[in-house]
Structure formats: C-alpha cells, structure tokens
C-alpha cells in the first residue's frame, strides 16, 4: 500500500517531467529521462543524505511510472495539457504523499525533527527543482505567485511535531496527507502567495 | 588495464568541459574546475549512490586528466575546436567504456539490473549533463537532432543482461564497449534521431 | 568554537543567497530555502561523497542562520544591498573558514591529500555554485574578472601539505583562514584575475 502510493506520486511528478520536455521540444528518449529524474529524484535526494541506497534503485518497479508517463505525454500530449487542472490535482497529490512519506523515512532513520521535516520537503520538492534545474529554467518553486513549498513545510513540519507526541501510525499520516493537498488546492484557488523576499516597504527600483 | 581506461575516459570528457569554458569566456580556474566536474562527475554520481567512498577520491591519478584536458584547450584551443570530428570519436570512446564500466560496477556492488542499467546511463551521461547544468545550458543530451543517451542504454543494458545470463569477464565487456562506440559513430554519421516527446500528429501550436 | 565559526559561515553564504533571491524577484520562502541551500551545500556535498551525514542535518542550529538571513534581507534589503563591500567581506570570511574546515574534516575522515584540497574547495565554493545553478544564473565562480577559487585552492592545498608535514592544530588552521581571507580581500582590492581558458594568442573569434 505505501509502495502504491509511491509510484502513484512518482507517476504524477513523471507525467510533469514529460509534458516540460514536450514544451522545450525535447525527444522521447529525453522526455523519459525527465520524467525519471522527476518522479524519483527527491526520493534519491533524500537517501543519499540518509546514507542509504535510493528506494528508487532497490526496486524495479520504480522504473514503470516514468515509462508510463513519458508514453502519455508522446501519445495524448495535448489531451494532458488541456486537462491543466486534473494534472495540477495529481501534482499535488503527488506533493502530499512525498512529504509526509519522506518525513517519516527521515524520522525512522533516526534524524532529529528539524532535519526530518527539510528532508520531507526535499522528498516533495526535489524532484520538480532538479526537473526545472536541468531543463534549464527558473525552477517554479521559486515563482512568487505560487506558494507550492509552503503546504509541503507546514505538513512535513506536522509529521514531525505528531512523532515527536508520540503520534503516529498510518491514519494519521493519510490525515496530514489530506491536508497538504487540501492547502494546496485552496492555495491555487484563492491565489494564495507570500510576501517578497523584500519587504513591500522597498521600491523594486532600489534592489538591483 | 581498466583504471587506464577509465582515465582515458575521464580526459575525453574533460576536454569537452574545457571547451565548453572557452566557449563561455571562462578563465583558466574555471576551464580546469568545469573539466574535472564533466570527467568525474559521472562517475561520482553513481559511488554515491552506491554508498561507497567515489573512485576519483580514492585515487589521486584522478586529477591528472582534468588538469591536462585544462592545458591542452588553453595552448591549443582552435586547433582543438577545428578538430571537431577527433572530438566527438574521443567523447563516444568514453561513453562507451563509462556506460559498460559503470554498469559493471553497479552490478558487483550488488544493485537488481534494472538500477544497475540506469547506473552504467548515469556514469556515461551523468558528467556532460552537469557540465551543461553549471554552465547554465540546455543540455546536449535533451538536443532531439541527436540520440546520444541510446547507445548508452543499449549498452548497459545489453551488459546486465548478459551478466544475468552469466556472461561477463573482460573480453565481453569490451565487445560491449566496441558496440556502444560503433552505434553512438553510426549516428552521428546517419544522424540517427528519435521521434520528438510528443507524437507527430500534434502540431506544435497545440502545445503550450 | 569550531561550531560557532561554521555558523557564521553559514550565515554570510545565506546572506548571498537571500540577496540573490531578492534580485530575482522569489518570495519570502524561496529566499529561506535559497539562503539555506546557499549555506548547507557545500558541506552536504562535502559529507555525502564523505559518506557521513551531512553535519547541518545532524544539529538543528544549523537551521537559524538561514532564517536569520533571510529575515535580515527582507526587513534590510536596499541597506544590505548598498553595504557590497561588508558582504564581500564577509563571504570571504565564509570562504576562508569553509576551505578549511572542509579540508581538515575530509583528512580526518581518511582521505588522501588531494581529495582533501578537492573537497575543502567544494565545501567553500559548492553552496555559492548550488545557488546560482538552482537560481538559473551562470555560476559566479566562473566569472573571468575574478579569482573567486584560487584562494580557497591555496588554503586547502595548504592545510593539506601542513597535515601530510605533522603540523595541525586550532592556530594552524586559523592562521591559513586569515591568509585565504587577505588574499581574496586583496584579490578583490585589486582586481587580481587569471588568464581566460583559452592563451592570449588565439582570437575570440576563432572559438565558436
């Protein structure tokens, strides 16, 4: 069951990988190794810093989603990029499932709260910045009229936080999941944002 | 044998970092820093995820190809960049003996063949993807006039399926290698390519 | 008081990396996590290929310097931004205390001494790379008016010949920081730079 899940949110995060690969025009052999590194990225990310082999490299199965991903975006391309919504609604599925699982992975590594909780968010994050990273663009974790990391801070944070009560368990992890994904929904309805790296009180014009 | 080999590798793959830092008005630190992260890089990347100490580490002779790949750009730059064709044969002879040995370094270290397959790729490709990453260029793997990530896969491939079928030793590993080398020549000779991330009966426009 | 010295080092790297999100227009939270990035990088570089795990995650202070700057860019920006010089200062104090710290720890942990001088680069030169790479910027390092690397270079070189000679010890390894950090102060005082990757002798245009 946890695995499912797993590959789910690799497929998700894949399909993200190939539909960029798409849009810069690459071919199918690159939109696979996109979507690869997308889907299983941060989970080897987190690994390598727990100093254990990466899931991804244990099991084959891993390797299934990406290939999936890649032949749907070669095959209905613009039927996926019209449904923006859906895919937005799988991206942050994909988001809710990594960074409560990462953070547990961390927690029964045995790494401190705080550590376990930037790990977490690496877990959810990592893949779609080393996506964005290698593909040469702006990674969208950095657009200011988005709040994607924040969600995934607030619920790796919560997995924490319940550990540390003595909290935890399957249930509970589905919850903090749900929340993730129902604050990053409401965030992309309502247009949610943070303030600036600046504070508004500076003109742009200062800053250069 | 095969440590001389490998060096040979990482100095054609050097050479290409260096390059690429002329390229880019560089100076000659960062022609020798961008050489050593393509030559080694690769590599690198796979004893990580492995979880063993990185072999450029282990051996300082190492840091003997970067520093000539270094030198070799600065005294004789054009006439290595005229040297276009020289190049590209010394970049698939290391491609060649990366994705075999990195394959079979994967496998002794007891990885499944499917991660091991994608280990012997990450050796091959991982160190010119990160040339072109800190570069900050699209990179030349994603370029859909080229198929240079194929030869790649077949190769490691072919190697974990022959060692599951109980097939290795030396000889074989080179025939390999002699065949990745052939292949990667071939297309760039009948400028093999792969079709685009998204099928041809989707016009352009429709992708945004 | 190693500790205390790591975090000031932390936090003068998260400054730059704060900055740098501000100039790029990034949120609040992009510029923690780019102040964090900027930071910890290096070291989670150095302690991965080490195959340790990575000092930051193992003590949560490590997570205040980052918050600290972020919040100082955001409450200071244009006063920060116009005090270039104070930060130049004391990002060479980052530089000067990673690039031995780095050293000395990949020594201890076994490594020969040119992957120690190797390493102790990439704690001091890798969070500054990470930043400009994940903020889509070609990496300052690589900028040809400056000499960025060769004094970290030397210190390194330099702690590692000092260890291979017996000579160790708290005011060794000061004393090496002060030298690094009066040679990138003077570096910048009077615009020291190295030759470009390619000799003086070939004209631009002939590399295309």
Known sequence: M??????????FFGVS??????RRGFDIIGSLLLAGLTGIGGGVVRD???????TAFANPFYFIPPILAALLVFFMAPGVQRLKRPLLVFDAAGLALFCTSGTIKALESGMNPFAATLL????????????????????????PRDIYAVPAILGAGLVAVMWVSGVHGWVWELVVAAVVFSLRLLSLKFRWHVPKAVGPWHHDAELQ
Chains 1, 2, 3 share one sequence.
């Open 48 to 54: 390598v810093i727990l100093g254990e082999v990466p």
């Open 2 to 11: 946890p695995l499912l899940f797993d590959l789910l949110g690799v497929f």
């Open 120 to 143: 977490g968010v690496t877990t959810a994050v990592g893949g779609g910045l080393l996506r964005d990273v290698v593909a040469n663009k702006t990674p969208s974790i950095f657009d």
């Open 17 to 22: 990988g190939a539909l960029l690969a798409a």
